[in-house]
């Protein structure tokens, strides 16, 4: 075998691979009421409102814990008691949006379309004007369960265009894709510090109008989970309301100076083109195909068919990648027997090539070689 002298690189969509400088960053213990501190958790707000260019409109409010508590937050917090969600789904994270508000006992509707077919906008006009009562709607962007773009942009202005309020779970296209809140309108946009910013999990963050989240004060049912409390408090005092996770905040802000650096969201979306890019061109020559339309993908994570042949198992070919390097990302499809990878971290195209590599020798390994002529 080919033992590997370095952690496994993870082709996962969060966890990901993060680069020395973040996880050095993270070698120091911080006091959560010194200044210096708090200064690291206002720097990141201000930078992160910079990327959508929100500064006139909207404020950041960062979350304690994975993504989902940041969106269950937004949900909690901005929908009012007597208010009625719809949520877009075409995927497993739109149904756990859907989830937590009907959890949350918030009335809600949802629209459903196939995984591979992106929500179209003149679905969600169509709903809107059947139904008056629907103040808030729920979009994922990037549906990481298949890696599927939704055209933000175009839902964004029927929402708007309806008088209704849009909360987007931008968890995994966040920092790489282009999002401009001068010219797309939303309530709130998620996102949290283990996706394409490449920092550590472990918090989550929502750029929220400010008069959407001034306006919202006694919505959240949860103690935890409100973001107008989060942010009042943190106006106020500059630090966090619970124990914040400062080695979580100090990596993700040193992955932030990093994305500066780098040249920001144009320069990620690039880096990141470049590894979907690899990655397409040495799957095909293993004989591997998507499972997405090229033209609905994003650059993000990609669904491959697995081999159709009862010798592969995933068990097996992933503890054959991950041997000599690469971490792969199980399918979440019920249909279809897929794996997925990862095209965001800190990792390049020739990480990519050395992954396709690895994937082509495990499966010859497994006797499931490609194809005659690839
Ligand atoms: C990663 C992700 C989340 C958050 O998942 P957590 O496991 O809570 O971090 C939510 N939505 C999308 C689209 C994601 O990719």
């Known amino acids: 075998?080919?033992?590997?002298?370095?952690?496994?690189?993870?082709?996962?969509?969060?966890?990901?691979?993060?680069?020395?400088?973040?996880?050095?960053?993270?070698?120091?213990?911080?006091?959560?009421?010194?200044?210096?501190?708090?200064?690291?958790?206002?720097?990141?707000?201000?930078?992160?409102?910079?990327?959508?260019?929100?500064?006139?409109?909207?404020?950041?409010?960062?979350?304690?814990?994975?993504?989902?508590?940041?969106?269950?937050?937004?949900?909690?917090?901005?929908?009012?008691?007597?208010?009625?969600?719809?949520?877009?789904i075409n995927g497993a994270y739109g149904k756990r949006m859907a989830r937590m508000v009907a959890m949350m006992g918030r009335r809600v509707s949802v629209f459903e379309t196939g995984e591979e077919r992106p929500i179209a906008a003149r679905d969600v006009e169509r709903l809107l004007r059947a139904d008056p009562s629907i103040s808030h709607v729920g979009l994922i962007h990037c549906e990481t369960s298949t890696g599927i773009l939704n055209p933000l942009a175009a839902i964004a202005a029927v929402v708007a265009a309806e008088g209704r309020a849009l909360i987007v779970d931008a968890m995994s296209s966040f920092g790489?894709?282009?999002?401009?809140?001068?010219?797309?309108?939303?309530?709130?946009l998620i996102a949290a510090s283990g996706k394409c910013i490449e920092g550590p999990p472990g918090m989550g963050f929502v750029l929220v109008r400010k008069s959407a989240l001034e306006g919202s004060a006694g919505n959240s049912q949860s103690l935890s989970l409100d973001l107008h409390e989060q942010w009042s408090y943190m106006e106020q005092t500059t630090q966090w309301r619970f124990t914040p996770p400062t080695h979580v905040v100090a990596g993700f802000h040193a992955a932030l100076e990093q994305f500066v650096a780098e040249g920001g969201q144009p320069a990620r979306l690039a880096r990141y083109t470049g590894n979907y890019q690899a990655l397409m061109a040495g799957t095909a020559q293993l004989g591997l195909a998507p499972f997405l339309d090229a033209a609905v993908q994003a650059p993000i994570i990609v669904t491959l068919h697995a081999p159709a042949d009862a010798r592969y198992s995933f068990t097996d070919f992933y503890a054959r990648v991950r041997d000599k390097g690469f971490i792969l990302y199980p399918g979440k499809l019920t249909r279809a027997e897929t794996?997925?990878?990862?095209?965001?971290?800190?990792?390049?195209?020739?990480?990519m090539r050395l992954a396709v590599h690895a994937m082509g020798d495990a499966l010859r390994e497994m006797g499931l070689s490609a194809p005659p002529g690839a």
């Open 1 to 88: 075998m080919h033992p590997v002298n370095r952690d496994p690189i993870l082709l996962t969509p969060g966890p990901l691979t993060t680069s020395l400088h973040t996880k050095t960053a993270m070698l120091r213990d911080w006091g959560s009421w010194d200044a210096s501190f708090n200064a690291i958790t206002a720097q990141i707000r201000a930078r992160l409102l910079a990327i959508v260019n929100g500064h006139d409109s909207h404020v950041c409010v960062p979350m304690q814990g994975s993504g989902t508590f940041s969106i269950e937050a937004a949900v909690h917090t901005l929908l009012p008691r007597d208010g009625h969600m719809l949520v877009l």
């Open 176 to 188: 790489a894709l282009p999002i401009d809140a001068r010219e797309i309108p939303f309530d709130a």
């Open 339 to 351: 794996f997925r990878v990862g095209c965001i971290g800190a990792i390049g195209a020739q990480d």
